[in-house]
């Protein structure tokens, strides 16, 4: 009910943002990725395409905001999270829930401890704490470091995760409504901090 309440109300800027998308550089509009989900299933998350289209990689390599691969219409797209509207559908098709642990790509989940596994025991979410208290530090800790991924994997996801364990075991209302409104004012806010 959510998820097609929340389409409904966006359609205007997710066909906007699928038009510009498509005008601002070759490739399609939306960007698709494997994903682990609940019980370390994979699934596929959708999100606008906001780097160029390049040969498939072996594995998901981070950048920050200067990734040169990032296009023009993608770093508007990522400073608004308008991005992640796409996501909707996922929720829509029961992949992901509306507050819960980012969902990561595989190739950084086969790092996690068994006791960070702990947040795959429930679905990840389209917003989380750990989302929402790292999101604006974490792209220019990674445009200093030499090696992005590695210092993703050490450095920023162990207290993400942490976050996200200390949300998941109460899994109170209260506490998910302090989350949806600390989202929307990060996103309110983006524009007045960028």
Known sequence: LVSVL???????????????????SRGPAFFRQTRIGINGAPFTIFKFRTMRVEPAAGHVMLGGRADPR?????????ESKIDE???????????????????????FVEHFTPRQREVLKVKPGLTGP?????????????EGASDPNRYYIEKILPGKLEKDRDYIRPRAFAGALVILGRTLVGVLTLGRKG
């Not at 929340?6 to 997710?14: D, Q």
């Not at 996501?87 to 980012?102: C, H, V």
């Open 70 to 78: 990032v296009t023009r219409v993608g770093a508007f797209l990522r």
């Open 85 to 107: 509207l796409p996501q909707l559908l996922n929720l829509l098709a029961g992949d992901m829930t509306l507050i819960g642990p980012r969902a990561e790509t595989p190739n």
């Open 130 to 142: 750990g989302q929402i208290d790292y999101t604006t530090t974490q792209a220019s800790q990674l």
């Open 6 to 24: 929340l389409l409904a109300l966006t359609s205007p800027v997710l066909l906007l943002a699928a038009l510009a998308v498509r005008f601002d």
